[in-house]
C-alpha cells in the first residue's frame, strides 16, 4: 500500500490536492491534503467517486468504429490510428489542412494539454476556436477595470467583514470557500446573497436580494447611486487610484432607487438595505459567480459591480476586493486569458483561429475556403455543453469524418466516427494550476491505464509516425509516449519558476509571485494605472459605453414573446457534464428536473412531480416539476450537464451568440415557457 | 477513552461527502449507506430555514439497539464507546432498526443480518478519525473526546431519547432563513405545502409485518383459551393447541433475515422484552404441551403453563411499546395481553372481568380513534364497525347463549384490531422528526408571511 500527492484537474475553483491510496496497482482511497491551505479538509463527493469512475464499467477501454447510428465495434489501435491518418491525408488532400476542426474544451486541467495545438501545427494548419463557454466576460471587465485577474487568498475571505456572494453558489460550485465563509461569520461578519434562487449558499445569508437574471449591472448602478448619495464614498481612494469617478457619478444619478427597482425587480427596501450595508462595512469582499457573465450585458454588468468596490476603496486590503478569477497560476504560456481567448489579429497561416465558440455550431456551417471537413475533439462535450445543440449536432454531423477522445460514450461520442478512449487523472503525470487559488499541483500517474487506454500525448504520437512526422519533429511538441519522459518535459516547463517534481510530489506550490492579497501596492496595470471605471479600450476593443452602462439582455426582461427566464446553473453533483452517471452521484440526484416557482406552477395547474415541457422556438425538453418555494416568480431552473439519456441537454433551447465583451458565450440570455408535458 | 461525534449545522452544506467518504471505507461491508444526510426544508419554505443533518450511528451512551436485541449480538467498546453489531450473531429480526430512534441499524437484505457505522473501530485504534469526519470538506463533522455537557440536543429532526447519543451538536447561527425579495402568496404557499410535505417511508408496515399479527392473535388466543379451559371453559383439543402453536413459531421464524439462527433469541433475557417473549412463548406451548399429551392430571404443571402464556403476553405488548403511537395512556385495544383476557372471560364466563375488559377495550379502541383523528388521520369508520360490531357487540349478545360463537367473534374483532395496531406501529426516526417540525414551522409561520 502507498500513499501519494495528486490533485483533481477538473473545471472547478477548488482543484483540491488529494492523498490518494494505491494497493495492488488499484486506487482504493482518497483522503485530504493538508498541504492546500484553500482545501485542507479534502475533496467534494466528486473528487470521492473517482473511486468509482476510474473502475466505471462504462468507460472505455479501446478505440471504437461507429458501424450505424449509436453502434461501435471495438477495433485495434492500428486500425483505429490508420483509419485516421488516412482520412486526415484524405481531408489535407482534398482540402488543405484548415479543414480539419481540433476542438479541446476544460474537461481536463493540464500543461500537456497545450501539446494537441502543437500537433496540429506541426500536421501543417487546422481551423480552431475562440473565445470561450466559460468566463471571458468577467476576465475582461476585470481586465479593463484592475488590469488584471488576480485576487486575495482564497483564506483572506475570512478577514471580510461584508461578503457579497454575487451570483455565486459557492456551497455547490466551489464549496470549499464556505469553509472561509464560516469562519467570517463565526467571526462576525455579515454575508448577503444575490441570487434569483435560494440556493444552500444563500442560507448564510442574511439578506437575499434575487433580481431578474441580466439585470445585475442595473443593480450594481443603483446600489451606486445610493452609496454615492449617502457620501459612503472612499474619496481618499478615489482620488488617488480611480479614473473617471465623476462621470461615473454623473452616470449613475439617473439610476434612483425607483428605476433601479423596476429594472431589476428588487423592491427598493432591500436595495437601500444593501446599499447601506455595502457603503458603511469594511472591508466588503465580492464574490462573483460566472453565471451572470453568460448574458448580452455581461461585461458591462460586471464592470459596474467592480465599481462599487472602487469607489467604496475594498481593493488592494485584506478582507476586500473581487473575487472573481485568480490566473497567478497562469505562468507557462505567453500570455494569459482573457487574451489568450482572442483570436490573433494577423493570421499565421497555419492555424485558422476563426470559430466562435459561442457560435460553434453556426460557425462550423459557415466556415469557407476551405469549408471544415473533419473533427477532432478532446476533453469536451460541445453536443451537450455548447448553445444550440441542435446546430452543433448538424455541424457535426455535416463533416465526413469525426474524432472524439473521452472517457466514456457522451453525447458527443456518439457522433464520433471513431472513438479513441481517454485517460483518467491517475494513469498520466501532469502539471496544473487553478483559478481560485494559486498553487501548482502535479497530478501524478498512480497506476497503469486500464484496458488499451492510452493518454492523448501516446496518441498523438503514434498517430504523428503514421502521418510520416519524424521522431524529431514529433518530441519537440510531445513528449515520447514514456513515463519518464513526461516527466522530464515537465520538470523542464517547471525549470524556469525554480520549482521541481520532486517539490510537487510532496503537495502544492504556490505559484511564483502569489500575493496574498492582490494589488497591495495599488498599482493598476491599466492604461491609466488606475481602476478604470471610464475605459477607452472597452470602447475602441468592444464597441461598448466608456462607462459600465446598462442595456438589457436581449432576450431579457420581458422583451421576447417567451415569459420565463430559463437559469441552467451546475449542481454539487457534477462538473457540467461530468459525473453525473455514477452511481455515487445518482443515489443523491437520480436526474434532471425543472424548479418552478409556485406562482409559475399554479398559473399552468402544474403540480410538483408533474411533467412539463419546457420550450421555446429552439428546442424544447420534458422533465419533472419540482417546487421551489423560494424562487423568483418568472424564472424556471435546470441542472446543465445532462444528455440524451436523460432526455436532452438543457442547450436544446439556448442559442450561440457571444457577449458584449470577452468573446464568451452568451447562453444564458434565454426565455422559454412552459405548459403541461 | 470514549469519543463522541459533533456536528456543526452552520457548516454542513448537505454536500454528501460524508456518505461517499464512509462509503469509500467500507463499502467491502456495506450495503446500504450507513450515514444519510437529512434535510430541512429542501422545498425551501420561504419562512423557514434550510439545514442539513448528517446522521450515522450515535454510539449513544445507553444504546437501545444493544439493550433489545434479542439475541446479543451489540457490543459497546469500553475503550472507544463503539457500539459494534457483530453480524455473524444477528439472526436478522430487525427489532433494533424499531429500537434505534436515529435510524442507525440498517438491514442487508442480502446477508439477512443487521450492518451499520462502526465508528470507524480500525482507525480510532490507529490514532485517525473516523472516514467521514476526516472526508468532510467544511469541517461539520467532528471527532473529540466524549463529554456529556452542551451537546444541544434539542435540534428538529433529532429524535428526543434517553440514549445518551455520543454526538455534540452546534445549533445555526440564526435559525431563519434569508430574508427573501418575493414571497408567495400565504394561500398559494399552502395550496403547494401538501405537495412537498415529506412523507418519511415507514419502517413498520402490516404488510411487511403480517407474520407477526398471526403469530401474536395465536399466541392470545392459545394463553386465553388454554387458561379458560382450566377455569371450566371448553376444553382445548391438544392437536390445535400444538398445531396453532407450531404455526406461530414457524411464522415467528419465518420472517428472520436468518432463521438457522432463531436459537439465538434465547441469548439475551437480562434485557431485551423479546429475548424474553421467545422463552416465555417456548416455555408456555412446551409446557401446555406436555400437559396436554403427556400429563393431563398434573394440574400444577397445567396452571404453571397458564401463568407462563400470560406472562408471553405481557412480554409480547412490552416488545411493541417501541413503536405505540397511540398517545397516553399508552395502551392499545388490540394489545395481546388484553385480548388473551378478554378471551378469558368469554370462554370461561368470568362476567366481572368480561365487563372489566370489553369496556376497557371499548374505550381505549375510541379514545385512540379521537387521538388519530385529531392528529388529522383519516377514520375509516367501517373497519371499525366491523371491528366494534364483532368485537364487542356480537360477544356481548352471544355471550350467554355461546361461548364458543361469542369468543370465535372476539377472535375475529381482535385479529381487526390487531390489523389496526400493526398498521399505527411507528418508530421515531430522523425523516419523521425532520417532517413533524417542518409541518409544525410551516403551520407557525402562517401569520408571519406577508
Known amino acids: ?555 431579457g426582461a420581458g422583451l421576447g414573446k417567451y415569459p420565463l427566464q430559463f437559469l441552467t446553473p451546475n449542481t454539487k453533483n457534477g462538473i457540467h457534464s461530468q459525473f453525473l452517471n455514477l452511481d455515487v452521484i445518482r443515489q443523491f440526484e437520480p436526474g434532471p428536473s425543472l424548479f418552478l416557482s409556485p406562482e409559475d406552477a399554479a398559473i399552468r395547474h402544474l403540480h410538483n412531480g408533474d411533467l412539463a415541457r419546457v420550450f421555446n422556438d429552439r428546442g424544447e425538453l420534458r422533465l419533472p416539476v419540482r417546487i421551489d418555494l423560494s424562487l423568483r416568480p418568472d424564472v424556471v431552473v435546470a441542472f446543465n450537464g445532462y444528455g440524451t439519456e436523460h432526455g436532452g441537454s438543457v442547450n436544446l433551447l439556448s442559442l450561440g451568440r457571444e457577449t458584449d465583451m470577452g468573446y464568451g458565450a452568451a447562453f444564458h440570455d434565454n426565455r422559454v415557457d412552459v405548459e403541461r408535458g | 477513552m470514549a469519543f463522541q461525534f459533533t456536528f456543526d449545522l452552520n457548516r454542513c452544506t448537505g454536500c454528501q461527502a460524508c456518505v461517499v467518504g464512509c462509503w469509500m471505507e467500507n463499502h467491502a461491508q456495506q450495503d446500504l449507506n450507513w450515514r444519510q444526510v437529512h434535510t430541512f426544508n429542501g422545498f425551501r419554505h420561504p419562512a423557514l430555514p434550510m439545514f442539513h443533518l448528517s446522521l450515522a450511528c450515535h454510539h449513544c451512551e445507553d444504546p437501545a439497539c444493544l439493550k433489545h436485541c434479542p439475541a446479543n449480538a451489540y457490543t459497546k467498546d469500553a475503550a472507544t464507546g463503539a457500539v459494534i453489531i457483530h453480524a455473524e450473531r444477528c439472526m436478522g429480526c430487525r427489532y433494533c432498526t424499531w429500537a434505534c430512534p436515529h435510524d442507525a441499524p440498517k438491514f442487508n437484505a442480502g446477508l439477512g443480518t443487521i450492518e451499520k457505522c462502526t465508528f470507524c473501530f480500525d482507525r480510532i485504534g490507529q490514532g485517525q478519525e473516523p472516514a467521514c469526519v476526516a472526508r468532510c470538506p467544511v469541517e461539520a463533522l467532528g471527532f473529540e473526546p466524549s463529554a456529556p455537557e452542551n451537546r444541544h440536543h434539542d435540534i428538529p429532526g433529532f429524535p428526543a431519547s434517553t440514549l445518551n447519543p455520543s454526538i455534540r451538536f452546534q445549533p445555526l447561527r440564526r435559525i431563519v432563513g434569508p430574508e427573501l425579495c418575493v414571497v408567495p402568496k400565504p394561500a398559494l404557499l399552502a395550496s403547494f405545502l401538501d405537495q412537498v410535505l415529506a412523507v418519511p417511508e415507514r419502517k413498520i408496515t402490516l404488510r411487511g409485518e403480517w407474520s407477526l399479527v398471526i403469530f401474536t392473535s395465536i399466541l392470545a388466543v392459545l394463553a386465553g383459551w388454554f387458561l379458560a379451559a382450566r377455569m371450566g371453559g371448553p376444553a382445548i383439543p391438544p392437536l390445535a393447541f400444538l398445531g396453532l402453536g407450531l404455526l406461530a413459531m414457524g411464522l415467528s421464524a419465518w420472517h428472520l433475515g436468518r432463521r438457522e439462527r432463531a436459537w439465538r433469541a434465547l441469548l439475551h433475557l437480562r434485557s431485551s422484552w423479546l429475548s424474553r417473549e421467545i422463552a416465555l412463548v417456548s416455555s408456555f406451548l412446551g409446557l401446555g404441551g406436555l400437559y396436554l399429551v403427556f400429563f393431563p392430571h398434573k394440574h400444577g404443571l397445567a396452571w404453571l403453563a397458564a401463568l407462563v402464556g400470560f406472562l408471553g403476553l405481557l412480554a409480547v405488548d412490552r416488545i411493541y411499546r417501541v413503536a405505540l403511537t397511540t398517545g397516553k395512556p399508552s395502551l392499545h385495544s388490540g394489545q395481546a395481553l388484553l385480548n388473551g383476557c378478554y378471551l378469558l372471560s368469554i370462554l370461561a364466563r368470568l362476567p366481572f372481568l368480561f365487563a372489566g375488559a370489553l369496556a376497557l377495550k371499548t374505550f381505549l379502541y375510541v379514545h385512540r380513534k379521537w387521538h388519530f383523528r385529531r392528529q388529522g388521520q383519516p377514520l375509516r369508520p367501517w373497519l371499525s364497525l366491523t371491528r366494534l360490531g364483532l368485537g364487542f357487540v356480537l360477544p356481548a349478545i352471544l355471550w350467554t347463549w355461546s361461548p364458543l360463537l361469542a369468543a370465535l367473534s372476539a377472535v375475529l374483532g381482535d385479529l381487526v384490531d390487531r390489523c389496526e395496531f400493526y398498521d399505527e406501529l411507528e418508530v421515531a426516526s430522523p425523516q419523521g422528526e425532520l417532517a413533524k417540525a417542518f409541518k409544525r414551522g410551516a403551520a407557525l409561520s402562517v401569520g408571519t408571511v406577508e
Open chain 1, 1 to 555: 500500500m502507498t500513499v501519494h500527492t495528486t490533485a483533481c484537474p477538473r473545471n472547478c475553483y477548488s482543484t483540491c490536492s488529494m492523498r490518494v491510496t494505491v494497493e495492488g496497482g488499484r486506487v482504493t482511497a482518497i483522503d485530504p491534503h493538508a498541504g492546500n491551505l484553500a482545501t485542507p479538509e479534502g475533496a467534494c463527493l466528486k473528487g470521492l467517486s473517482y473511486l468509482e469512475r476510474v473502475y466505471h464499467p462504462d468507460r472505455i477501454l479501446h478505440p471504437l468504429r461507429r458501424v450505424r447510428e449509436g453502434v461501435f465495434e471495438r477495433i485495434s489501435w492500428n486500425a483505429a490510428l490508420t483509419l485516421i491518418a488516412e482520412k486526415l491525408q484524405e481531408a489535407k488532400a482534398k482540402h488543405g489542412p484548415q479543414s480539419i476542426l481540433y476542438y479541446s474544451a476544460s474537461g481536463t486541467k493540464g500543461v500537456l494539454n497545450g501539446c494537441g495545438a502543437g500537433f496540429w501545427r506541426a500536421f501543417g494548419g487546422y481551423t480552431s476556436t475562440y473565445g470561450d463557454l466559460c468566463w471571458p466576460a468577467g476576465l475582461e471587465a476585470t481586465r479593463l477595470t484592475l488590469g488584471d485577474n488576480v485576487h486575495n487568498a482564497p483564506w483572506d475571505l475570512a478577514n471580510a467583514r461584508l461578503i457579497v456572494l454575487w451570483g455565486k453558489n459557492a456551497a455547490e460550485t466551489n464549496l470549499h470557500q464556505m469553509r472561509f465563509v464560516d469562519q467570517a461569520l463565526a467571526a462576525g461578519a455579515t454575508c448577503v446573497a444575490i441570487d434569483p434562487r435560494r440556493t444552500q449558499t444563500s442560507e448564510r445569508a442574511q439578506l437575499l436580494v434575487q433580481p431578474k437574471p441580466g439585470t445585475d449591472g442595473a443593480l450594481a448602478l443603483g446600489l451606486a447611486h445610493l452609496i454615492i448619495a449617502a457620501g459612503q464614498v472612499d474619496t481618499d481612494f478615489i482620488l488617488a487610484h480611480v479614473l473617471g469617478f465623476e462621470a461615473f457619478a454623473e452616470y449613475v444619478k439617473d439610476w434612483t432607487p425607483e428605476r433601479t427597482a423596476a429594472t431589476t425587480g428588487v423592491p427598493e427596501a432591500q436595495l437601500r438595505c444593501l446599499a447601506q450595508l455595502m457603503g458603511s462595512t469594511k472591508p466588503l469582499t465580492i464574490c462573483a459567480g460566472f453565471g451572470m457573465q453568460r448574458y448580452t450585458n455581461a461585461g458591462q454588468s460586471m464592470r459596474a459591480m467592480l465599481a462599487l468596490l472602487a469607489i467604496t476603496g475594498n481593493i488592494g486590503k485584506p478582507g476586500a476586493g473581487w473575487v472573481y478569477a485568480n490566473l497567478s497560476t497562469q505562468i507557462f504560456g505567453h500570455i494569459k486569458d482573457p487574451i489568450d481567448f482572442y483570436p490573433p489579429e494577423q493570421p499565421d497561416g497555419v492555424a485558422r483561429i476563426s470559430i466562435s465558440t459561442a457560435r460553434l455550431g453556426a460557425d462550423m456551417l459557415a466556415q469557407q475556403n476551405p469549408p471544415l471537413a473533419f473533427a477532432w475533439v478532446e476533453r469536451g462535450n460541445p453536443l451537450s455543453q455548447n448553445p444550440e445543440t441542435h446546430t452543433v449536432r448538424a455541424a457535426f454531423r455535416r463533416l465526413d469524418f469525426r474524432v472524439v477522445v473521452d472517457e466514456r460514450l457522451t453525447d458527443t461520442a456518439r457522433e464520433a466516427d471513431v472513438i479513441l478512449p481517454s485517460k483518467s487523472l491517475f494513469e498520466q503525470s501532469d502539471v496544473i494550476g487553478a483559478y481560485w487559488h494559486a498553487y501548482l499541483q502535479l497530478r501524478q500517474k498512480l497506476i497503469e491505464p486500464p484496458g488499451e487506454v492510452k493518454p492523448e500525448t501516446e496518441i498523438y504520437w503514434e498517430l504523428g509516425k503514421r502521418l510520416g512526422m519524424d521522431e524529431n519533429t514529433l518530441s519537440s511538441i510531445l513528449p515520447e509516449p514514456d513515463d519518464v519522459r513526461v516527466e522530464q518535459w515537465l520538470e523542464a516547463k517547471l525549470k524556469p519558476f525554480a520549482i521541481t517534481l520532486e517539490q510537487l510530489r510532496e503537495g502544492p506550490v504556490l505559484a511564483p509571485g502569489t500575493p496574498e492579497v492582490a494589488f497591495a501596492d495599488l498599482q493598476f496595470p491599466t492604461p491609466s494605472g488606475r481602476i478604470e471605471l471610464v475605459s477607452e479600450e472597452a470602447v475602441a476593443r468592444w464597441k461598448v459605453a466608456a462607462l459600465p452602462e446598462f442595456c438589457e439582455p436581449v432576450e
